[in-house]
C-alpha cells in the first residue's frame, strides 16, 4: 500500500496547472480529472476556491514529475460548473466523464453530490467528495464515492460533544440551546444528531427553528424566535450568506447568550467571516472540519495558493487539494488509469499526513467514510479565526462565554 507523505511539500507552482491536452484513455497522453463545483451562481466564491485548490494539486504533482508508477504521466484538471444546481452538476459530471475523465472531485452542495455520486457510480468511476456532508449520500451503498470530511451526523455529535467539553474546561453551564438550521436534509440531518447527543451530554434543552433554503435575505425574526426559549448557546448550521446574516441579528438584537456556535457552518471559520461580520463575528465559535493551522506543511500549501491566486486557501479548498492527491494515491497503487481498478486502489489508499486537523490517516471504510474525520473548534478573535480545541490543534486558548454574555 503506497503512503503518499508530502511529496508536494518543496514545490514552487508557476501558473495554474502543468497539463498535457491529450485524453485520459491515451496511456501516452495526460490523466484527466473532473472537477465539479458552483464556479457560477450564489456559492462561486467558495466553489471558484475549490476549484482553484484542485489545480494547484495537480500542478504540484506534475512539477514533482507525475504519477511515477506510470511512467511519469501529468495529470490534467477538467472543470465544469454545477451552477450549484443538482441537474447541472449531473450533466456537468457526465460530460467530463464522455470526456475522458478517469475520476471526479466534488462539489460542496450535498444535493448536487448525491446527484454527481449516482452519475459516478452508473459509469463505473471514482468520485472523491472535498466537500458534501450527508450521510444519505453514502447510504445508498455506493462503491464508486469517497469522502475524506466527517459526515453530517458525526459532525452534529461530536459538535454536541465538544460543546460540552467546552461547558467542562470553562465551568459555565450550558443547559438551554436554540439551535437554527437551513431547510432539507444537510440541515436536518446535522441536527438531528446534535439534539440526540446533546441528550447524552445532559443539555437539557433544544429548540429547533428552521430557515429556507432560497431566499434567505434577513435572519431577524428566526433569531428572535431563537432568543424566546432565553438560551445559553444559539447553535447555527448553514452556509456562509445565511450564517452571516444569522451572526448579526444576534448582534443587532443585543441577545444575552453566552455563544453563537456554528456546526458544519459554511461561514464561520472561513477567513473572511471576521471582516463581513465585523463586531457581529467577534467570539463566534464554529465547530467544523478544518485545515491544520498547526501543520508546516499545510501552511506552506495555504502560502503559495494565496501568492497564485490572490485569495486565502479556506479548508474546503484544502479538502480539493487533497482529493487530487487520494486520486494521485491511488493511481500510483494501482499502476492503471482504469476507473474501476482505480477504484480499487483508493478504497486501500492510506495518506498520513493529511491536511486537515485530525489524527490518523485518511482511510476508508467499507462505505467510502474516512474513518478518521472528525471536526475541531474554531473561535473568531480579534478579526481573524483560530483554533481554539482540543488542545493538541489550538492555536490561541478559548474564551468562554463570549459576546453579550459576558
Given amino acids: 500500500m503506497k503512503k503518499l507523505v508530502g511529496v508536494l511539500t518543496a514545490v514552487a507552482v508557476m501558473g495554474a496547472a502543468a497539463c498535457g491536452s491529450s485524453s485520459g484513455s491515451d496511456d501516452s ?5 473532473g472537477s465539479v463545483h458552483p464556479t457560477t451562481g450564489a456559492l462561486a466564491g467558495v466553489g471558484g476556491l475549490m476549484n482553484d485548490g484542485a489545480a494547484l494539486a495537480v500542478a504540484d504533482i506534475n512539477a514533482a514529475g507525475g ?3 506510470l511512467e511519469g504521466r501529468q495529470l490534467e484538471l477538467v472543470s465544469g460548473d454545477s451552477q450549484g444546481k443538482a441537474e447541472v452538476g449531473q450533466s456537468e459530471a457526465q460530460r467530463l466523464i464522455d470526456d475522458g475523465a478517469v475520476a471526479l472531485v466534488g462539489t460542496y452542495q450535498s444535493d448536487v453530490t448525491q446527484n454527481v455520486a449516482s452519475v459516478a457510480e452508473r459509469s463505473r468511476v471514482p468520485l472523491v467528495i472535498d466537500v458534501a456532508v450527508d ?17 453530517a451526523s458525526s459532525m452534529g455529535t461530536d459538535g454536541a460533544k465538544a460543546l460540552a467539553a467546552i461547558e ?32 447524552n451530554q445532559g443539555i437539557s434543552s433544544v429548540q429547533e427553528i428552521t430557515y429556507p433554503a432560497t431566499n434567505f435575505s434577513d435572519a431577524t425574526t428566526q433569531v428572535r424566535e431563537a432568543a424566546v426559549s432565553n438560551p445559553d448557546v444559539i447553535v447555527a448550521t448553514g452556509y456562509f450568506p445565511d450564517g452571516l446574516l444569522i451572526a448579526k441579528a444576534v448582534q443587532q438584537l443585543n441577545l444575552k447568550v453566552k455563544g453563537v456556535y456554528g456546526i458544519a457552518n459554511g ?14 463575528g467577534e467570539g463566534v465559535l464554529s465547530a467544523n472540519y478544518h485545515f491544520d493551522a498547526t501543520s508546516e506543511r499545510t501552511n506552506e500549501i495555504r502560502g503559495r495558493f494565496q501568492q497564485q491566486f490572490g485569495r486565502p486557501m479556506e479548508t474546503a479548498a484544502m479538502l480539493s487539494y487533497q482529493a487530487v492527491e487520494v486520486i494521485a494515491a491511488g493511481l500510483e497503487d494501482g499502476k492503471d488509469t482504469d476507473p474501476e481498478a482505480l477504484r480499487d486502489a483508493i478504497s486501500g489508499v492510506s495518506i498520513e499526513d493529511p491536511l486537515l486537523a485530525f489524527n490518523g490517516p485518511i482511510e476508508f471504510d467499507e462505505t467510502g ?27 490561541e486558548a478559548i474564551e468562554f462565554p463570549v459576546g453579550a454574555g459576558q
Fill in 369 to 395: 467514510q474516512n474513518k478518521n474525520a472528525t471536526v475541531i473548534v474554531m473561535q473568531v478573535r480579534d478579526g481573524a479565526v483560530a483554533q481554539v480545541f482540543p488542545e493538541e490543534f489550538a492555536t
Fill in 29 to 33: 497522453g495526460s490523466i484527466k480529472i
Fill in 168 to 199: 467542562q474546561q470553562t465551568g459555565q453551564s450550558i443547559d438551554k440551546v436554540s439551535y437554527l438550521h437551513i431547510e432539507g436534509s444537510f440541515g436536518d440531518s446535522v441536527f438531528n444528531a446534535f439534539e440526540a447527543e446533546a441528550a
Fill in 67 to 69: 504519477i511515477s508508477s
Fill in 267 to 280: 461561514a464561520f471559520d472561513d477567513s473572511s467571516f471576521p471582516a463581513a461580520a465585523g463586531a457581529a
Fill in 135 to 151: 450521510d444519505k449520500i453514502l447510504d445508498q451503498g455506493y462503491q464508486y464515492s469517497f469522502r475524506m470530511q466527517p459526515n
